[in-house]
């Protein structure tokens, strides 16, 4: 089992920058396949980004690719997602995800254990 506490995230200007943590618990982070999903009222949680075992592998939505970077430090059991370029449309509560799995997955109930959300919202 794993614990994942999130932090970052906050309010910024269209086109501003925002890094997200996430710290997770326990000594098999490494066997984790860990992602990102922001979900805004009223809508299904949406994938925003994945990342392998490894760190050699991720996978990023189309809506994000090229702004958005996601990452680990498995020494430190910890993923970022770093967001760049943000815009209005990024506005939601961001989570970050464990799924004990090699495998990506882009749908919500592919994963084990979630973050507690933190939002980011961005002013136009």
């Known amino acids: 089992q794993v614990q994942l506490v999130q932090s970052g995230g906050g309010l910024v200007q269209t086109g501003g920058s925002l890094r997200l943590s996430c710290a997770a618990s326990?000594?098999?982070?490494?066997?984790?396949?860990m992602g990102w999903f922001r979900q805004v009222p009223g809508k299904e949680r949406e994938f925003v980004a994945g990342i392998d075992r490894t760190g050699g592998t991720t996978n990023v939505a189309d809506s994000v690719k090229g702004r958005f970077t996601i990452s680990r430090d498995n020494a430190k059991n910890t993923v970022s997602l770093q967001m760049s370029s943000l815009k209005p449309e990024d506005t939601a509560v961001y989570y970050c995800?464990?799924?004990?799995?090699?495998?990506?997955?882009?749908?919500?109930?592919?994963?084990?254990?979630w973050g507690q959300g933190t939002q980011v919202t961005v002013s136009s």
């Open positions: 995800a464990a799924r004990s799995s090699w495998w990506t997955s882009e749908i919500e109930r592919g994963y084990d254990y």
């Open positions: 326990g000594r098999t982070f490494n066997t984790y396949y």
